[in-house]
């Protein structure tokens, strides 16, 4: 079975009214049973500024807790209380990195053989292991989101950190303090596999079944934007997936196409409903889709035209479709399955487009006997890429053999790249940029997404000495 976004290790699901949350709970990277002195960062305790500003609820006995809440010592920024997150209080805290003040460890990038550098995501941070479930590519900058479990006796403190890849800066981070023993599942960060910049501060307890969108900048030094006032799940518009442009956020999959064009407001729109919307991605100021019950990709701009259809027949079964600074790219499977199951997989191409296009570029057969794993396709500049693993008739699937399937658009050549020898590849935290693929590496076995070590970068002009030619 495929999914967009995973839910892992949550005591409940978020049910409000019928419908739940799409936001994957976030699993502590570690066992959570460390303990050791947090490294003390003097800086300042800032509640409710930033990214929209902060909002009061008097029904909510939280509210009034938050005007005394203790900085949580934890180096590396000055923290502020995320506005309109009150709701998550006492058991549990949200606060932000305070633009200007982020001095985190940046990731060091060392030589590992022709064209390709290696990087410890845990070099400064007092723990054995991180977690991560996306990357993404904002305006030619790739970047990752990093979650560290961090020790301490008194509380759970996990940071959430968004790198920018290119130099390892940090642009953005979101430390969430549990003093509730035992409240998983009652207070999480919602992660969605699709975009790095995304988070959900989601709590259930106390009958407050609430969610806070925020969508964490896209340079250094820039303030979030926190959808204010939170809403109750069960307001919050149904979807499998959550995808964003730089500026708005999208859920599709469950009937209907619904947006959040101002991430400082929680005011939803619905785009289209009824709708078979299966799967999307967006840059920069366009969102497309591709359909469960048509070979049609449809997109979504704000110019005011509403929704509109690009490509009325794509080519073969398309499955993924993702714009990029230059194109709409799309992946193909044949024959196709509900699980994606195919002998064949090949890429297409047109260029980027605000109403319907031209006929798309159709490639030639990238990798047979292979699974699209997930429902992540990448593009930037000339290059896509897409998860796969082996299809051997009758054999199971090792998700540990994952590898990407990397084409060069213009050439036509596909390479199948692969974590190196006693690491996997994590299937969503992988991105592109002008010069380079990015991929985290995890250890091997069911922890993955909570057990990378290290994320390594090959230079796309130099793929060939990393990785094997697709035949």
Known sequence: MQRALKRVACAVVLVGAGVASVYACSRDPGSGDARGTIPVQDGGFDV?????????DAADPAADAAADVTPPPVSGAT?????????????????????????FPKLEWKNCGAGCELADVIQGYPVDEAGAIAASTTQGQALVRFKYLMPDAESTKLLTRV????????????????????????????????????????????????????LAPEAADGAWQWALPPLPVAKVPPGKSAV???????????????????????????????????????????????????????????????????????????????????RIVGVSVDPEFENTLSTSVRFWHMPRTYQAGPSPVVMAVSASQVMVNGTVLRTWGDYAAVPVLDHVPGAAFDSDALWLLVTNLVTGKAWRVQAAPGFALQSTTWALDDTWLYFAETLPGIKHENSLKQIRRVQLSQLGSWAKETK
């Open 48 to 56: 409710g500024s930033g990214g929209g500003g902060a909002q009061s």
């Open 163 to 214: 790198v920018r890849l290119s130099d390892g800066h940090t642009v953005a981070a979101v430390l969430r303090d549990d003093h509730g023993k035992g409240s998983e599942g009652r207070c999480f960060l919602g992660l969605s596999e699709n975009s790095a910049r995304l988070l959900a501060v989601v709590a259930t307890h106390a009958g407050q079944e609430r969610e806070l969108l925020g």
């Open 244 to 326: 964003t442009t730089d500026s708005a956020l999208f859920h599709f999959g469950s009937g209907g196409v619904y947006a959040l064009p101002d991430m400082t407001k929680s005011d939803w729109t619905t785009l289209e409903e009824p709708s078979t919307a299966r799967f999307a991605g967006g840059d920069g100021d366009l969102v497309v889709w591709t359909e469960s019950s048509s070979d049609r990709v449809r997109g979504w701009a704000p110019d005011g035209k509403g929704p509109r259809t690009l490509l009325e027949q794509s080519p073969g079964k398309t499955y993924l479709a993702q714009p990029s600074n230059t």
């Open 79 to 103: 923290w502020q209380l995320v506005p309109g997150s009150e709701f998550s209080g006492p058991e549990c805290w949200h606060f932000q990195a305070a633009p200007g003040t982020l001095s």
